[in-house]
């Protein structure tokens, strides 16, 4: 792989807007940061799979209903398929013996979930690596998920147990503050772990949020109130820089939510981290995953890294996937 300039240096870039990876993989990339994902470190992170131990990443759909009620509840319809007596194949929902189903009203990105490319626009520069709002259209291709499905996602993952570590210090992190914590809290617990990093690992980030979630009223907005990675320069920095493929967290947004949107990179949500990694950087990055079996097995083998499969839905276009991941031991 070619050189990859430090986030500093995208900063100072005038040939593209600052602060963003447009062109670093190519004028016409669709990838991002799954571009650290080379061949070389996806054989090497097969080496993490040694006792067999499995762990699925992913909530059932229906896990999140009140926060996420800007997405409607989904309404699963089972059918059957009967042949008349003069061979016409129609419809019924009286279960017989071929039973079909359908989801109605499903949100792809309603519980366990990663973020495609087309999912924020800057309010700038547009999308990922030049892309355009007049781009967003079902049925093209152009920056949708389905780029990922065709592809594939596998390396390495590196679990970092914010949540646990915090507990084991006697200091919870504060959802209901909207708490955040920086590189320098990454760095801390990583130690702690004896967990180093690599070029290419998939970053998974555990808050404890969903038991948070679920203490909640579906119409309580404190639900919203959630504890994340802080969204300044040093938090960009510190992904870029790691070259880290894929950041997903057990909370709403990867960064905390509910505080005050203000940052190095502006006010509301302009400040926010999603602008700065999704349609600058390219960062793939997911939310509400499933994390506390494998934190309570990471915890009692004491080892924070696993071989990780991501396979978002073959869904042209599409803005948003459940995550379908797969952790392995």
Not at 81 to 96: N, P, S
Not at 195 to 218: E, I, Y
């Amino acid at each position: 792989m070619k050189r990859i300039p430090t986030y500093a240096e995208l900063r100072e870039r005038t040939d593209g807007p600052a602060g963003s990876s447009w062109g670093v993989f190519g004028d016409d990339d669709e990838y991002g940061t799954l571009n650290f994902l080379t061949p070389e470190r996806v054989a090497a992170a097969a080496n993490c799979i040694k006792r067999g131990a499995v762990f699925g990443l992913d909530y059932p759909l229906d896990a999140f209903p009140g926060p996420l009620r800007f997405r409607d509840d989904h309404e699963h319809v089972l059918f059957s398929i009967m042949v008349t007596d003069d061979g016409v194949a129609r419809r019924t929902t009286e279960l017989t013996t071929m039973i079909d189903d359908f989801l109605d009203h499903f949100y792809p990105q309603g519980s366990s979930h990663i973020d495609s490319y087309r999912h924020i626009v800057h309010p700038e520069h547009g999308l990922y690596n030049g892309g355009t709002i007049d781009e967003v259209v079902p049925g093209s291709p152009r920056l949708g998920i389905g780029r990922w499905a065709e592809r594939g996602i596998a390396g390495r993952g590196v679990l970092i147990d914010v949540a646990g570590y915090r507990n084991s210090i006697g200091r919870p992190l504060d959802h209901l503050a909207s708490e955040t914590f920086g590189p320098d809290t990454l760095e801390e617990v990583l130690a702690a772990q004896g967990t180093t990093l690599m070029p290419g690992d998939m970053v998974l980030l555990r808050t404890g949020c969903p038991q948070h979630l679920w203490d909640f009223d579906d119409d309580d907005e404190s639900a919203l109130k959630t504890a994340g990675l802080a969204t300044g320069v040093a938090s960009v920095s510190w992904l870029w820089d790691n070259q880290i493929s894929l950041i997903a967290a057990d909370n709403l947004g990867v960064e905390g939510t509910g505080a005050d949107d203000t940052s190095e990179f502006g006010e509301g949500r302009a400040g926010r981290l999603h602008p700065q990694l999704i349609p600058l950087l390219g960062m793939v990055l997911g939310e509400l995953w499933k994390l506390d079996d494998l934190a309570a097995d990471c915890e009692a083998d004491g080892v924070y890294e696993f071989f990780l499969t991501v396979k978002p839905l073959n869904l042209t276009g599409g803005v948003g996937s459940p995550a379908n991941a797969t952790a392995i031991k």
